[in-house]
């Protein structure tokens, strides 16, 4: 659903909205990062506020930085590590794409070999012929 423009804000998408499906590893990426992040936070956050204390900020706070702060760093490395694995994968449509652009010894090793064969023939009989 595109973003409703406000008074003196050009009609547009927003940059979350912006990540398409090329983006979407690392939206997903990002988005469980920090759900595990947020989770584990409240943990080592509650642990360590039980063990310690709060401190002068109080509880609330101290749990919510080891949250946010979580949240952030498994958010960051789950959006990264999502990229690297889905890096040779692509949509179907472009997949689809690729193939037909790519060399034909490159689609399969029956079409490459038969395309390798038929090039020997063709060199065997420029050969023979001079």
Known sequence: MPAVPQHGQPAGLTVWQ??????LPVKM?????AGVGLTM????????ILRG?????????TLSQYMLG?????SFFLAIGSVIRNDGELPP?????????????????????SNMRLQWALEKERRSSQ
Request: glycine fraction near 14%; charged fraction near 15%; charge should be positive.
């Open 18 to 23: 912006k990540l398409t499906t090329a983006a």
């Open 53 to 61: 204390g709060a401190g002068p900020r109080g509880v609330l706070p």
């Open 93 to 113: 449509h472009l997949e689809a794409a690729r193939m037909q652009l790519a060399s034909p010894i490159i689609r399969s090793r029956t079409e490459g070999l």
């Open 29 to 33: 990426g990002a988005i469980m990062g």
């Open 70 to 74: 979580s949240a952030a760093t498994f």
């Open 41 to 48: 936070g409240f943990l080592f956050g509650s642990f360590s």
